[in-house]
């Protein structure tokens, strides 16, 4: 089967890789890219893009491809109906989510939500967001978001992670972008020290 390219559009989705086991390896967050390389049942396998992390997804956390212009830079972000905090929610977002910004007004940042050819939309506080190339370099204060997070292995958000996603996530806002397991991190600081 030929590679077909999507996106994430639940706030996280579990991946296993073992389908038939329950326990989790890591997690892909809202609007990362996802590339399927065969389908049984109601998952898929395939790979994260954002750091080639290969198991199995269910299918159905699985959209079209949309090309993201920013990202999430609050611990956790509400995307609502209409641009007030009154109306409904729709979805939350985790840090480091990716979102296509379509329009901003006043605070808000009007987010293309589509999926396949059915139009959505959404809104974001504009404060929670930052053009997905920008860089800090206090990436440390990214970490400290989640500050008193409860531990969860493979989580890579704020109701749950792990301490590799931890540094994973944080170290993305100074454009660092490190593998997601702690041995793929230690051999990546190992030869930055060799090479240094």
């Not at 989705?13 to 329950?22: E, I, P, V, W």
């Not at 985790?94 to 329009?103: A, E, G, W, Y």
């Not at 292995?153 to 590799?164: A, E, M, Q, V």
């Not at 100074?174 to 030869?191: H, T």
């Amino acid at each position: 089967m030929k590679e077909l390219s999507y996106r994430i559009i639940k706030s996280s989705a579990s991946l296993k890789k073992n389908y038939k086991n329950s326990s989790i390896d890591t997690e892909c967050l809202f609007g990362e890219s996802f590339e399927v390389q065969c389908k049984k049942g109601s998952w898929c396998f395939g790979k994260c893009v954002e750091d080639n992390y290969k198991g199995w997804i269910k299918s159905n956390v699985l959209g079209n491809i949309i090309e993201s212009s920013h990202i999430v830079s609050a611990k956790r972000s509400f995307v609502f109906r209409k641009p007030d905090i009154k109306s409904e929610m729709i979805i939350y977002l985790p840090l480091r989510s990716k979102i296509k910004v379509i329009d901003k007004r006043d605070n808000w940042a009007k987010l293309d939500l589509s999926l396949n050819k059915n139009k959505h939309y959404g809104y974001i506080l504009f404060n929670h967001i930052l053009q997905k190339q920008e860089i800090r370099q206090n990436w440390v204060k990214y970490a400290e978001l989640f500050l008193h997070t409860p531990y969860r292995w493979g989580g890579r958000n704020s109701i749950g992670i792990d301490c590799s996603a931890l540094l994973q996530l944080s170290k993305s806002f100074s454009g660092e972008y490190l593998p997601r397991d702690s041995n793929e991190q230690f051999e990546y600081f190992k030869k930055a020290v060799n090479y240094n």
